[in-house]
Antibody, heavy 122, light 107 residues
């Protein structure tokens, strides 16, 4: 059974940092791309970042480029999102998602975690 | 950037009825369109990808069609658990973009 479990969310002040983790099981982690997708309170879905199975290729939405860094540790079956210079508009639920099609830059999301809440507020 | 629009915004139907949800792209996405279901308080779930390929475990009452810029998700006979928001998403171009969603209410 495919499982994705996020952790690391919480309350942070504007300008602060937070690191999200996503531990996965049930599939061969290293051969799949992975993504982070977020959802602001009461709003729709926004793709944030993606990474290839090897970690060699990374992709970012313009809204987070230069502030967020996606990475992965294939020995630990874990995906990460380092979020710096956080803003109020980064508030939301952050989902990790398995992402076929990453090397080609053509992403869809076939398995999702339960989500982790990030709140940026003073 | 590709912009997706979905219609209607809300659909209110009874169990057993047929639901037809539309998604329109600002330019052709060459069939690379997916649909997701998000039930209240739950993460999204992939229903369909590349227009008409059902994801693992998705019931046959869900079907997808379309081409170019216009796509449709059909639920042939609504069940109470189909009450959810449905999002379309294009993967033809980066960044991958989602539509604003259609809320399906089961009366």
């Amino acid at each position: 059974e495919v499982q994705l479990l996020e952790s690391g969310g919480g309350l942070v002040q504007p300008g602060g940092s937070l690191r999200l983790s996503c531990a996965v099981s049930g599939f061969t982690f290293r051969i799949f791309g992975m993504s982070w997708v977020r959802q602001a309170p009461g709003k729709g879905l926004e793709w944030v970042s993606a990474i290839s199975g090897t970690g060699d290729d990374t992709f970012y939405a313009d809204s987070v480029q230069g502030r967020f860094t996606i990475s992965r540790d294939n020995s630990k079956n874990t995906l990460y999102l380092q979020m710096n210079s956080l803003r109020a508009e980064d508030t939301g639920i952050y989902y990790c998602a398995r992402t076929p099609g990453v090397p080609a830059g053509m992403f869809y999301f076939d398995y999702w975690g339960q989500g982790n809440v990030v709140t940026v507020s003073s | 950037e590709i912009v997706l629009t979905q219609s209607p915004a809300t659909l209110s139907l009874s169990p057993g009825q047929r639901a037809t949800l539309s998604c329109r792209a600002s330019e052709s996405v060459d069939g690379f369109l997916a649909w997701y279901q998000q039930q209240p308080g739950r993460p999204p779930r992939l229903l369909m990808y590349d227009t008409s390929v059902r994801a693992t475990g998705i019931p046959a009452r869900f079907s997808g069609s379309g081409s170019g810029t216009d796509f449709t998700l059909t639920i042939s006979s609504l069940e109470p658990e189909d009450s959810a928001i449905y999002y379309c998403q294009q993967r033809r171009y980066s960044p991958p973009a989602f539509g604003p969603g259609t809320k399906v209410d089961i009366k």
